[in-house]
């Protein structure tokens, strides 16, 4: 067994290393869902389970709707939602590998 196969499931499911407010958590997903709908599994996760992950709501402190996106944890690379042609983007469309160290990046969209 190599060592990515540690990190797949008989289901298809990719183990990644995910990051946020300096703690790092293994969350197993779907390479081939959306972003949007892995950030929104990882939302409810998060919030049912803070301890086990982090807090991420949905409104700020101030009242502003906050947006949370994935990237690389090296570099500054952000993953968009869409496609400059509009297409829904993917863990895999990004190249994301299983065992791979992403973040969060969080975004407050005033009004």
Known sequence: MNQEDEFLDEEGRIKVFI???????LFSA?????LR????NLCKL???YPDKFWLLPAIDPNGH?????LGK?????????K???GDDQSLERYGVRPGDKLKIIRKVVAG
């Open 83 to 85: 496609s400059e042609r």
């Open 65 to 69: 709707r906050v947006t949370y996106y």
């Open 46 to 48: 998060s919030n049912t």
């Open 19 to 25: 990051t946020y407010q300096e703690k790092t958590v």
């Open 37 to 40: 709908t892995t950030m929104d």
């Open 73 to 81: 944890l090296e570099g500054k690379s952000i993953f968009h939602n």
């Open 30 to 34: 779907n390479p081939k869902y959306t």
